[in-house]
């Protein structure tokens, strides 16, 4: 199925290609950073990089901001709050939230793939309060309570 997904474009993003799939099976859309100058991430430091763009996003639908696999495994460089979340309502301009996970400086250069979008449905619940909850066999167990 495919889905309506607009962007504008910002003066600061002027020449760099908008977001697009790198192979024909793709789930995500790489996006580009719009720096005006490099950015140095030391190790543990985090950044907002922006995209230079702006986007239309279909009701019922969301955008998650992922990391690069490449990026992670080679650089230690990943995407904080992974997967962010773009809102269908939101119309400001896309950023990224990079964290230096690894051992060494990084470079982030302009027109650099620093994510990728994936679109995502959206399901609403219909929240409500209740008095008791029904029983499970696993109750209350929580963090490991299920084994390795």
């Keep these: 199925m495919t889905v309506s997904l607009k962007f504008l474009r910002l003066a600061h993003g002027e020449g760099l290609p908008i977001p697009a799939y790198h192979s024909e099976l793709a789930a995500g859309a790489d996006i580009c950073a719009a720096l005006t100058q490099s950015l140095t991430l030391a190790p543990g430091a985090r950044a907002l990089v922006p995209t ?7 009701p019922g639908y969301e955008l998650q901001v992922r990391p690069r696999s490449g990026l992670a495994l080679k650089h230690g460089i990943t995407v904080l709050n992974a997967p962010g979340t773009i809102d269908a309502d939101y119309r400001g301009e896309l950023k990224v939230l990079l964290v230096n996970l690894g051992q060494e400086p990084f470079e982030v250069r302009r027109g650099e793939r620093i994510a990728q979008l994936v679109l995502a449905p959206v399901t609403r619940a219909a929240i409500s309060e209740t008095a ?4 499970t066999a696993r109750g209350a167990g929580g963090f490991g309570s299920t084994g390795r």
Excluded: R, S
């Design 52 to 58: 230079g763009l702006c986007c239309e996003i279909a």
């Design 132 to 135: 008791a909850l029904t029983e």
